[in-house]
């Protein structure tokens, strides 16, 4: 950044609400929407039949996946999987990662919402039954394995400090 350049709130304005976006993959993910899409391109009453929206909140919910790069939607209003949604949120997929993320969502996200007490009060915020504390060698986390064979580190730094 130069000095000539003028200084905005953008990169604040995108990071605050962020969890948005996050949960609206999430939601995606737990409905089964790229499962449904990974058979073909579906209208958003047939998409929204089979996973079960509400007519009144379908179309913005799609939408915003559309907005996201997620989804794709014709001009005749037909919603397909991005590439990258294709093969890595379709359920039926060997390359499918999205139980990574439906753990996240379930057993970790609940934490983030009390992390100010944590950071004031040193409380942990996490699941794990501690035999350790802080300062353990890391190489001894314990990992959640997924279908696809990769790993989520359930104590990472952030999640140790917590």
């Not at 709130?9 to 990071?15: A, D, G, I, V």
């Not at 998409?47 to 790069?69: C, I, K, Q, W, Y």
Request: aromatic fraction near 6%.
């Amino acid at each position: 950044m130069s000095l000539q350049d003028p200084i905005t709130p953008e990169q604040l304005l995108q990071l605050g609400p962020g969890f948005m976006a996050s949960k609206t993959l999430l939601r995606a993910v737990e409905l089964g929407i790229f499962t449904v899409l990974g058979n073909g391109r579906r209208d958003r009453v047939s998409l929204m039949a089979e996973v079960g929206l509400h007519p009144r909140s379908s179309a913005d919910f799609l939408d915003t996946l559309v907005s996201l790069n997620l989804l794709t939607r014709d001009a005749d209003g037909n919603y397909r999987n991005t590439p990258a949604a294709d093969v890595f949120l379709d359920r039926a997929k060997p390359s499918y990662v999205g139980g990574t993320l439906e753990m996240a969502n379930a057993r970790l996200s609940g934490f983030w919402n009390n992390v100010t007490n944590a950071l004031q009060t040193g409380t942990l915020q996490n699941e794990v039954e501690l035999e350790h504390r802080p300062g353990d060698d890391l190489s001894r986390s314990p990992t959640i394995r997924h279908p696809g064979g990769s790993s989520f580190c359930i104590r990472c730094p952030v999640s140790r400090v917590l």
